[in-house]
C-alpha cells in the first residue's frame, strides 16, 4: 500500500509541475515572488491533483501537509534564487518535493485503505514514462542553460521544438528497450543518431555545435537508460 500510496504522490507532483504549469506562471512567480497569484493557482493544482489520485478523503491531512511544505520550497526557492544558483536550486527544490513525498507517507500510512483500483506495477510505469517526457526536457534544458544555445545553434536553425520531440521519442525508445531486454537496440539507435547528426556536423566542422548535441544525447541516453534500470529493479517489490 505504501508503493502505490507513494507513487500516486509522486504522480501527482509531476504532473503538476511539469505538465499544468506554463512557462508564463514561472516568471511571472521569479518575478513576482510571494506575491505572485500563479505560486498559489499552482499549490492548489497539486493539492487537487492529489486528492483525486489518492481518492481517500481520510488522508486529508497528509495531503493538506504536502502542500503546505511544497508552499514552503517553492517559496525559499523564489526567494533564494539568482541567475548564479537557479540551476542548483532547480534540482534541489525537485529533490526536497521527492523527500517530502518519501518521509510523510509512513506517518500516514496506517490510516489508509486497503481498497486498491489502480495497478501499482501500471502506475509506476506511468509514472517513468511520464518522467521522461516533460520533466527530463526540463532537466535539460536547466543543464544547458548555462551556454547560450541561440548562438550555437545560428545558422543551423530547424522546425520549431524538432530537437525536443525528438529527444522525447528516442528516451522512450531506449526505455521500451531495456524494459524488453533489448539493449543491442539502444546500440543501433545510438549508431544511427550518429550517422544523421554528427556526420554533417563534422564535415562542417562545427565544433560547438557538435559538442552541444553530444552531450545533450549523452545525458538523454543516460537518463533513459536509468529510468529503464530503475523501473525493472522496482517491479520486484510493486
Known amino acids: 500500500m505504501m508503493t502505490l500510496l507513494l ?3 509522486i504522480l501527482a507532483h509531476l504532473i503538476g509541475d511539469f505538465f499544468l504549469q506554463p512557462q508564463q506562471w514561472v516568471k511571472h512567480k521569479e518575478k513576482h515572488q510571494l506575491k505572485s497569484k500563479w505560486l498559489y493557482v499552482h499549490i492548489l493544482i497539486h493539492v487537487a491533483l492529489m486528492f483525486v489520485l489518492v ?3 481520510s488522508l486529508w491531512p497528509m495531503i493538506v501537509l504536502v502542500g503546505v511544505i511544497h508552499y514552503v520550497i517553492d517559496g525559499a526557492k523564489l526567494l533564494l534564487q539568482n541567475k548564479k544558483n537557479k540551476r542548483l ?17 509512513p506517518l500516514f500510512l496506517e490510516d489508509t485503505l486497503t481498497f486498491n483500483i489502480v495497478n501499482t506495477g501500471n502506475l509506476l510505469l506511468l509514472v517513468c514514462v511520464l518522467f521522461l517526457i516533460q520533466p527530463t526536457s526540463i532537466i535539460m534544458k536547466t543543464i544547458f542553460s548555462k551556454w547560450d544555445i541561440n548562438k550555437i545553434t545560428k545558422g543551423n536553425e530547424s522546425l520549431k521544438d524538432a530537437g525536443k520531440y525528438i529527444g522525447i521519442l528516442e528516451r522512450l525508445l531506449v526505455f521500451i528497450f531495456i524494459v524488453v531486454g533489448r539493449w543491442e537496440a539502444v ?4 549508431t544511427a543518431k550518429s550517422v544523421f547528426r554528427f ?5 562542417s566542422k ?3 555545435l ?5 552531450i545533450g544525447t549523452l545525458i538523454s541516453f543516460g537518463i533513459a537508460i536509468l529510468i529503464g534500470l530503475l523501473y525493472l529493479n522496482l517491479q520486484s517489490y510493486v
Do not use: S
Open 7 to 9: 507513487l500516486k504522490l
Open 55 to 57: 481518492w481517500d478523503l
Open 89 to 105: 536550486l532547480f534540482f534541489v527544490d525537485q529533490l526536497l518535493h521527492v523527500l517530502t513525498i518519501l518521509l510523510i507517507v
Open 187 to 190: 546500440g543501433f539507435l545510438i
Open 199 to 203: 556526420g554533417d556536423l563534422t564535415a
Open 206 to 208: 562545427e565544433r560547438k
Open 210 to 214: 557538435t559538442e552541444y548535441i553530444l
